[in-house]
């Protein structure tokens, strides 16, 4: 980490200091800082007559799996090409500090930047891009070994085909119109149930059903933390208006000063 770190607000500081099981739950914010753009800045290149709204539905898979896929491929290599910023690695120094028992992380992300910097329980609600599924059958599709991230990018690729039934493989997200995973989901309203701390970072809590997943923090008694540019929440919550990149290293430091 380089660069003067950012003041840490006394009573979020104390509040972190406090917790023993911590859940963390990030959204779009936690990735910009690596040069992943979020689901609703505007799209340039081969994509700028597209809306990302009209390709991430499984109506636009059928329809055109071809534009569907390369899309989705585009997006998997730019994240094979970022790296986890100074937020994600400051989350797996926050998990080992001696007074935190328990960290769970909960994204919306689909990227794999988390796993990357070091975090072990990770638990995506949205799927990920890097676990891509059988349209018709379901199974799981491995997909192939080697970096391809440098790969050029085109407005149509033909999906891989299932090894099961021979449907085509689409894309591991939550498109628009499905359900999020139900494991997942379960194991993240597990863990928040029983935080005494939930930490919102880079979100801004407008996806349903994520975004209860504060309340649910709050009815179970928790702190509930909140780390955004535009940070808004209930009057109990404790807020502070910074980025991932930029708080997250500035608090884990001063919790180890402490």
């Not at 104390?14 to 990735?31: D, F, N, P, Q, Y």
């Not at 995973?181 to 928040?192: D, I, N, Q």
Request: with cysteine; hydrophobic share 45%; charged share 20%.
């Amino acid at each position: 980490m380089t660069g003067e770190l950012a003041p840490v607000p006394p009573g979020l500081l104390a509040a972190v200091g406090a917790a023993r099981r911590i859940v963390v739950l990030t959204g779009a914010g936690m990735s910009s800082e690596s040069g992943i753009p979020t689901f609703r800045d505007k799209v340039s290149g081969l994509w700028a007559r597209f809306r990302p709204e009209d390709l991430a539905t499984p109506e636009a898979f059928a329809r055109q799996p071809d534009v569907v896929w390369a899309w989705y491929e585009a997006r998997r290599r730019q994240v094979a090409r970022a790296q986890p910023n100074a937020g994600h690695r400051a989350l797996c120094e926050l998990a080992a500090l001696p007074q935190v028992e328990a960290l769970a992380i909960v994204t919306q992300n689909v990227d794999d930047l988390h796993e990357r910097a070091g975090s072990t329980e990770v638990l995506h609600l949205h799927g990920s891009l890097f676990a891509p599924r059988c349209f018709d059958c379901g199974q799981p599709f491995a997909l192939p070994a080697g970096d391809d991230a440098g790969a050029p990018e085109v407005a149509s690729l033909a999906p891989p085909r299932c090894d099961r039934c021979g449907g085509p493989v689409r894309p591991g997200v939550v498109w628009f119109g499905e359900a999020l995973p139900e494991a997942p989901w379960r194991a993240a309203l597990g863990r928040v149930a029983a935080a005494d701390l939930v930490l919102v970072v880079g979100t801004s809590g407008l996806v349903y059903p994520a975004a209860s997943l504060p309340d649910t923090a709050r009815q179970h008694g928790a702190q509930v933390v909140i780390l955004n540019p535009d940070a808004r929440g209930e009057p109990r919550d404790l807020m502070w208006q910074t980025t991932a990149a930029r708080g997250l290293p500035a608090l884990v430091n001063a919790l180890r000063a402490g």
